[in-house]
């Protein structure tokens, strides 16, 4: 197994650590839920962009990848619900299988991606060919992974803060309806 097909099932194997038990379930959400993934959204946005070759692909891939996080976090967001207990006036976050189903995705879809690269020949190949034929080095790939999980973890975080901010109202806690949209009912 190759240094990058390890590190990237490392950090999958934090990632989905992270999301069940933290993300998946009821869980409480505060002022330190809200800084510590935005801290750690920084921080690993900064160790990404500050050696990349600021060249037109390599920011063009690094955009795709922020484009597509931002959509996923989005999705994420729709799959799970804000809401705040009647008794202690605390928020918490519900969150189930389609998100979580969301994640394994974009995380399989990662470790695939890689996995080819490095046992299918004729896709390592090709996709050598366009990265060398369109001006991409390997940090604009690696850009493209890092930003867009950013992306999805921010847009999510920024969600549920807004949300809590806003405060959810004080109430009886409807399920989530056939479209998982978040549906809030007060008494």
């Known amino acids: 197994m190759s240094s990058g097909m390890r590190d990237a099932l490392t950090l999958a194997g934090i990632l989905i650590a992270i999301v069940l038990f933290t993300q998946v379930g009821r869980h409480r959400f505060n002022l330190f839920k809200l800084l510590l993934p935005m801290g750690l959204v920084v921080f690993f946005a900064w160790s990404m962009l500050k050696d990349l070759k600021f060249t037109t ?14 959509v996923i976090g989005i999705g994420l967001l729709y799959t799970m619900k804000v809401e ?19 994640w394994l995705t974009v995380l399989v879809a990662r470790l695939a991606f890689i996995w080819s690269l490095e046992n299918i020949t004729s896709f390592g190949h090709d996709f050598g060919v366009w990265a060398y034929k369109h001006h991409i080095d390997a940090d604009g ?17 920024l969600g549920v803060a ?18 998982g949209r978040r549906v809030n009912v007060s008494k």
């Open 141 to 157: 790939v690696a850009a493209f992974f890092v930003l867009m999980a950013m992306a999805m973890v921010f847009v999510r975080t």
């Open 84 to 102: 705040k207990d009647q008794a202690t006036g605390k928020t918490y976050t519900r969150a189930g299988l389609p998100y979580l189903a969301i």
């Open 162 to 179: 807004v949300q809590w901010l806003r405060g959810p109202k004080v109430g009886r806690v409807g399920v989530a309806g056939e479209s």
């Open 57 to 70: 692909p390599n920011m063009t891939v690094a955009g795709t990848g922020v484009g597509i996080g931002v």
